[in-house]
């Protein structure tokens, strides 16, 4: 996704949907229960996801001028700096561990 813009995704999705529409809807008889059920389901569960979820994945791109990252790679930089922090200090109560990531970021954010 950040090797594209949001026109360019969308159009493909849309286009990819078009093509895939029949499959995706595809239901089988469970032989169990006699229940019908979409054959496909963790594919059209995937792609559920993210239709709904379109409008959030370009949030930086709908607001460019907040200067949002496209990539959530700070965050995951940050996040295993302060796991690997914690992992060494594994005996913190969890009144100590709140201390300890409360100050761990007051630091970062100065």
Known sequence: ???TDKENFVGAFERWLEHWDVFLKERAKDPTTGKSRYV???????Y????????F???WYDNIELGIP?????????????KTKLR????????HRK???????NTKFE
């Open 1 to 3: 996704m950040c090797h």
């Open 57 to 59: 994945l370009w949030t």
């Open 70 to 82: 496209n990539t959530n790679n700070g965050l995951e930089g940050l996040f295993t700096d302060l």
């Open 88 to 95: 060494n200090h594994n005996g913190l109560s969890k009144e």
């Open 48 to 55: 559920l996801s993210l239709e709904r979820n379109m409008p």
């Open 99 to 105: 201390s300890f990531i409360d100050h761990y970021f």
């Open 40 to 46: 496909y389901r963790k594919l059209r569960s995937a």
